[in-house]
């Protein structure tokens, strides 16, 4: 049994003496990284040079003149420019009471605003322009002492406490104060009557300015399809005649039951050929009065009897198919056609010689066949 003890004292003297030798380890560690900090610490700071010694004045504010504590500055009343209700978010506006009397050295009034503090929006308001302020809140609310700043944002007043009581911009019959209004539909805006007069007047000054290079461009048009007839060589007057009638023929109204329809078109190629022949009003005219012109300027005109027969045969029968029931056969509307083409070969022009001196002009020359010797 004392074996036993004395080999477990034994055995606790020595961890014992581990750890103190490792308590001393570390120890000592740790002295040797804090000694270069220790060392520093100790160490005395180094001189500045007697110029770079800090000022004993107060630091110079923006216009470079020394700031001024903001306790030591001049306290100045507020007062409202008007004593109506104030609502939470209305715009109170405020002017200083000692604004004829400001301190010695300050700006006028109007050079003047008042600067935030810091925590306005906490105590519930918001700054607004120049001596403008908003409340945030309702109640009996205190508007805390303010820095009075000049133009160039250098302090020079600073104001007593303001104490305002505020109402709340909810109707006290408002059933539900503490729900959300409900988003109102949009609102439509009513122009005001000089806007629409101007808008209106814009149009009509852009559809006329529209209206006129349309019109512009229309008459350069017809101006380049009246020089173009110009410069075209006009077809005499029966060869254009005899081509209506043609295209008259293509129509097949005489084919279709048309017969009235073709004799009034043929009626009309006839006027104006015999109006451009013989130079009056024909198509204006009737075939009566026609006939009659013809028959007193027969001579004059140079026109056959035989030709002027067969003009007032032809335009009687025209006329009984124009102005009556009677229908003819298509064999008597194509010699109508016909009888027309004959009047227009036997009325037209004579060609123009082109060396009139010679009686033999337009006649081709007979040339004698030469005989071999």
């Known amino acids: 049994m004392a074996k036993h003890w004395f080999g477990t004292s034994e055995h606790v003297r020595e961890k014992g003496a581990r750890s103190r030798f490792l308590q001393i380890f570390f120890v000592g560690s740790a002295l040797l990284l804090v000694q270069p900090a220790i060392s520093r610490a100790q160490s005395?700071?180094?001189?500045?040079?007697?110029?770079?010694?800090?000022?004993?004045?107060?630091?110079?504010?923006?216009?470079?003149?020394?700031?001024?504590?903001?306790?030591?500055?001049?306290?100045?009343?507020l007062q409202r420019t008007r004593n109506s209700e104030i609502k939470v978010g209305d715009s109170v506006q405020l002017e200083l009471i000692q604004a004829a009397a400001l301190p010695a050295g300050l700006p006028p009034a109007?050079?003047?605003?008042?600067?935030?503090?810091?925590?306005l929006y906490d105590q519930g308001w918001n700054l607004g322009s120049h001596f403008k302020v908003i409340p945030l809140k309702t109640g009996s609310l205190t508007l805390p002492s303010l820095p009075i700043q000049n133009g160039q944002g250098k302090?020079?007043?600073?104001?007593n406490p303001l104490t305002l009581q505020i109402q709340s911009s909810i109707s006290p019959k408002d059933p539900k104060p503490l729900e959300a209004a409900p988003i109102q539909p949009p609102v439509k805006v009513k122009l005001p009557l000089a806007v629409v007069i101007a808008l209106l007047l814009g149009v009509l000054?852009?559809?006329?300015?529209l209206i006129f290079f349309v019109w512009r461009a229309y008459q350069r048009s017809r101006e380049r399809q009246r020089l173009a007839r110009l410069h075209k060589p006009l077809l005499p007057e029966h060869e254009r005649a005899l081509a209506a009638i043609e295209l008259l023929l293509k129509e097949r109204l005489i084919g279709h039951g048309q017969h009235k329809s073709f004799h009034f078109k043929l009626s009309e190629i006839l006027k104006h050929y015999l109006g451009e022949r013989y130079g009056f009003d024909a198509p204006e005219s009737t075939s009566q009065e026609l006939t009659d012109y013809l028959k007193d300027s027969r001579e004059r005109?140079?026109?056959?009897?035989?030709?002027f027969d067969l003009i007032q045969d032809l335009f009687?029968?025209?006329?009984?198919?124009?102005?009556?029931?009677?229908?003819?056969?298509?064999?008597?509307s194509l010699r109508r056609a016909e009888d027309a083409k004959s009047v227009i070969f036997t009325t037209r022009r004579p060609p123009v010689l082109s060396n009139p001196s010679h009686s033999n002009a337009g006649v081709p020359a007979v040339t004698r066949p030469e005989v071999k010797k």
């Open 205 to 209: 000054l852009v559809f006329g300015i």
């Open 155 to 159: 302090s020079v007043a600073r104001t």
């Open 301 to 307: 005109l140079l026109i056959s009897p035989q030709t």
């Open 44 to 77: 005395p700071l180094p001189q500045s040079p007697p110029e770079a010694e800090a000022s004993p004045l107060p630091s110079p504010g923006i216009s470079g003149e020394p700031s001024i504590p903001f306790l030591e500055l001049p306290a100045l009343d």
């Open 316 to 332: 009687n029968g025209l006329d009984r198919v124009k102005f009556t029931d009677y229908v003819p056969e298509d064999a008597e």
């Open 110 to 119: 109007v050079e003047l605003k008042l600067a935030d503090s810091g925590d």
